[in-house]
T-cell receptor, first 110, second 113 residues
């Protein structure tokens, strides 16, 4: 069955330290993967998607099909990065379906 | 450009009742998806509507049903409410069906007593 796993519920790092939020997926086809972010008192919004290969707010994510991973990385964390991060998979099974992970709360400490 | 709006913001129902939640899609979007988010969990996909037709469905029973109107706004209906239906219900719109970027509304918090 298709699945998205985010193993860490909470990740705390100091400002300026590197960040890696882990995401593993289970899907045998070609995945469409996304990272969504929810800042405090804001709605869920797209951070980045793998097909665009963009760097947003200094974050990047590389799709590793061999390890079925789509980890989110940033070399130097900032306090404003503190938020809830969700990895999501879109796939076609007849019609499209979407699976979100359980989320990782990132806390960047001063 | 108007973002995705949802109504009501929150409501309380009792077990066995029926509820209708509403969503207005972002301007220019023809696709609406609905999600259920229980406390401490990620959003779970209920279904998607594309140009007034159901375009995909997650693992939810038939008592979860929906509609999309010609202006692309949408309703989520839940019949025979159960305690476990208590959750935040999110609506998201996108330019088209498929693996497009989704733009989320603020959600409707439903409490079933």
């Amino acid at each position: 069955a298709q699945r998205v796993t985010q193993p860490e519920k909470l990740l705390s790092v100091f400002k300026g330290a590197p960040v890696e939020l882990k995401c593993n997926y289970s899907y045998s086809g070609s995945p469409e993967l996304f990272w969504y972010v929810q800042y405090s008192r804001q709605r869920l919004q797209l951070l980045l998607r793998h097909i665009s290969r963009e760097s947003i707010k200094g974050f990047t994510a590389d799709l590793n099909k061999g390890e079925t991973s789509f980890h989110l990385k940033k070399p130097f964390a900032q306090e404003e990065d503190s938020a809830m991060y969700y990895c999501a998979l879109a796939f076609r099974s007849g019609t499209y379906k979407y699976i979100f992970g359980t989320g990782t709360r990132l806390k960047v400490l001063a | 450009e108007t973002g995705v709006t949802q109504s009501p913001t929150h409501l309380i129902k009792t077990r066995g009742q029926q509820v209708t939640l509403r969503c207005s899609s972002q301007s220019g979007h023809n696709t609406v998806s609905w999600y259920q988010q229980a406390l401490g969990q990620g959003p779970q996909f209920i279904f998607q509507y594309y140009r007034e037709e159901e375009n995909g469905r997650g693992n939810f029973p038939p008592r979860f049903s929906g509609l999309q109107f010609p202006n692309y706004s949408s309703e989520l209906n839940v019949n025979a409410l159960e305690l476990d239906d208590s959750a935040l219900y999110l609506c998201a719109s996108s330019f088209s069906g498929g693996a497009e970027t989704q733009y989320f509304g603020p959600g409707t918090r439903l409490l079933v007593l």
